[in-house]
């Protein structure tokens, strides 16, 4: 992976702290000409300071359908159970799907991927949990992707 110094994205949206050294950072980059939006842990450490492989990717289809759902969230969660706000194809056997979880005591919003392929069916190792008390935050960075991200 590429040293803090060089990460460049087009355009840095801002970040959450999660701990004393690491931060959800979201930002708007391209690729091919496609402009996506990134949700991605970044840590700071004595081996490695820079981005994590724990994040995910947003193209403008992904923003459209997930931030209104977002924004009908309490500010405070009304039960205490896991539940699935929305599920978004992102290309042939994998789907993006953001739920309200509770880990250990606190609660968050996930966005990770789903995949259904022959050989295994479930949850990949690609997405991120944001504390659901950044909500408000989150919903401020998601608006600027979009604005960013989706064509007019």
Excluded: C
Excluded at 61 to 72: A, D, G, H, Q, S
Excluded at 76 to 81: K, Q, R
Excluded at 86 to 99: D, N, Y
Excluded at 117 to 126: D, I, Q, V
């Amino acid at each position: 992976m590429a040293d803090a110094k060089e990460f460049k994205p087009l355009k840095d949206l801002g970040s959450i702290p999660l701990s004393e050294s690491s931060e959800l950072k979201f930002y708007v980059d391209e690729f091919k000409g496609h402009r996506y939006g990134s949700i991605r842990t970044f840590v700071t450490g004595d081996a490695y300071t820079g981005p994590t492989k724990a994040g995910v990717t947003l193209n403008a289809r992904v923003l459209e359908e997930t931030i209104p759902v977002l924004e009908k969230l309490p500010a405070e969660p009304a039960e205490a159970e896991d539940r699935e706000l929305v599920r978004v194809p992102r290309k042939m056997g994998v789907e993006l799907v953001v739920r309200v979880t509770f880990h250990k005591g606190t609660v968050g919003v996930d966005f990770r991927e789903w995949v259904t392929e022959s050989g295994y069916t479930g949850w990949s190792k690609k997405g991120v949990r944001v504390p659901y008390n950044s909500l408000s935050a989150t919903l401020g960075f998601l608006r600027q992707m979009k604005a960013l991200v989706v064509k007019p």
